[in-house]
């Protein structure tokens, strides 16, 4: 029948729930694996934080910084839920001194993000993403490197059909050389750009680029590229980083006008997108950030990091998950036995079985029903004496300890 719950999630939240739930444990822990194979660590964060250090930092005009879940607390402090990690781990990195103890740090993380956009399939006002931040190194090998284990992930997901695409935005010079340069070009055509392009070209023409307002693509299609603005280093740079990629069989497509939706990057960009045309095909972007430790009060350090959508990556995700079945079922419908079931039961446990036990007391019969159900390998009847039965071979004995119980069940 159906049954209206009194309470509703908010609007853009998701529950998720097993057997989901089994599923996201096991790419969690395929995701700590490989961090840790590649030696960075975890860190995490609290889920609030100033709303200064995303508006400063993110960037005012971004959408991540406009669409911030944003409150006045008691002591009239403005807080935010965090909508992303590059900034709350800076904020960390600096506050703990690592740069002192940890010249070539890195760090990973998995966690939940809030903004306040407008949900759609893909778009969620709460989501998890999965990050690294590599901080110490301004060598192109720390991007190769950044690239590889995004990379390295999608393909322990089972995530193939996905195009990599690569950019370098240059120094911050570059980027005001070709914000002017954007401008102009953009000024020429003003008319035929979007309502909200128009209204970016005062405030942050190099969003457009980003814009997917149909419209704006055949302007944008024709725009300046700021490859012709590059040094020479940032171009050799970007060079050795495409070979590298080349040696490694990872495949990227390079993309003149992929400039990022945060205010922090310079140098390399990249994302990672699925190969459908859907609107939320993005899986994984990241990039270059050496300025921003300096711009939030640390000392000068080149940064690098990526971050990845949980849910995009796991609705993308061929992985087979492992099957998870009970390993003894324990019978049992008279509550005067129940004591030798729990100390059954905790034996079984510390011996890393899996177990059931059907606390509604259902008949016995039932109970076996239950136990094929649950696809359980063994069931426990346990009444004034203890039986054990392979479901599948029918074998049955009468055991009289646990001992008894644990050799039969090693033998089988
Ligand atoms: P971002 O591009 O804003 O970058 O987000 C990274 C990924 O998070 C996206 O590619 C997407 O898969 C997922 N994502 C973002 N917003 C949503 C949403 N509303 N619903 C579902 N998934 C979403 C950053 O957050 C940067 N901090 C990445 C970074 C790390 N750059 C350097 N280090």
């Not at 006045?72 to 600096?94: H, N």
């Not at 005062?202 to 024709?222: A, V, W």
């Not at 419908?333 to 079931?341: I, P, Y």
């Not at 426990?380 to 646990?402: G, P, R, Y």
Request: neutral net charge.
């Amino acid at each position: 029948c159906f049954v209206k719950s009194k309470y509703q999630k908010i609007k853009g939240t998701f529950d998720i729930l097993p057997p989901d739930t089994l599923l996201w444990k096991e790419v969690e822990n395929i995701l700590h694996n490989i961090s840790q194979q590649f030696s960075y660590e975890e860190i995490r964060t609290p889920s609030v934080e100033s709303i200064h250090l995303f508006q400063q930092n993110v960037g005012y005009e971004t959408d991540v910084s406009k669409e911030m879940f944003t409150w006045k607390d008691q002591s009239k402090q403005q807080i935010a839920l965090k909508p992303e990690m590059t900034a709350p781990v800076v904020r960390a990195y600096i506050e703990n001194g690592f740069f002192r103890s940890n010249p070539l740090c890195r760090l990973y993380y998995i966690d939940s993000f809030f903004r306040r956009e407008k949900p759609q399939k893909g778009r969620q006002r709460q989501f998890n993403q999965f990050g690294i931040e590599a901080f110490g190194s301004a060598s192109i090998e720390q991007d190769v490197e950044v690239i590889l284990m995004a990379s390295t992930c999608l393909k322990a997901l089972s995530i193939s059909e996905t195009i990599l695409h690569i950019n370098n935005i240059g120094s911050p010079d570059t980027r005001t050389r070709y914000e002017q340069l954007l401008t102009k070009y953009f000024l020429q055509n003003t008319k035929a750009l979007s309502n909200l392009s128009q209204k970016r070209l005062h405030s942050n023409p190099i969003r457009i680029l980003d814009s997917k307002e149909k419209e704006d693509q055949l302007i944008i299609k024709n725009a300046p590229i700021i490859k012709e603005l590059l040094t020479s280093t940032e171009k050799t740079d970007f060079n050795i980083l495409l070979s590298n990629l080349d040696a490694l069989n990872i495949k990227y497509e390079e993309s003149p006008h992929l400039v990022r939706g945060l205010d922090y990057y310079n140098g390399t960009t990249f994302e990672i997108t699925t190969k459908s045309d859907k609107s939320q095909n993005a899986l994984c972007g990241g990039g270059r950030y050496d300025f921003l430790v300096e711009q939030m009060g640390g000392p000068s350090t080149p940064a690098i990091g990526f971050a990845a959508g949980m849910e995009r990556m796991i609705i993308e995700s061929n992985h087979e998950m492992q099957k998870n079945n009970v390993d003894v079922y324990i019978s049992c419908n008279e509550l005067k036995n129940s004591t030798k079931c729990f100390s059954i039961m905790q034996h079984l446990v510390e011996n890393d079985y899996k177990v059931f036990f059907d606390t509604n007391k259902k008949s016995v019969k039932n109970q076996m029903k239950d136990a094929i159900k649950r696809n359980a390998s063994f069931v426990l009847v346990i009444d004034k004496n203890m039986t054990i039965k392979n479901i599948k071979s029918n074998e049955k004995i009468a055991v009289s300890d646990f001992q008894q119980l644990l050799n039969f069940l090693r033998t089988q």
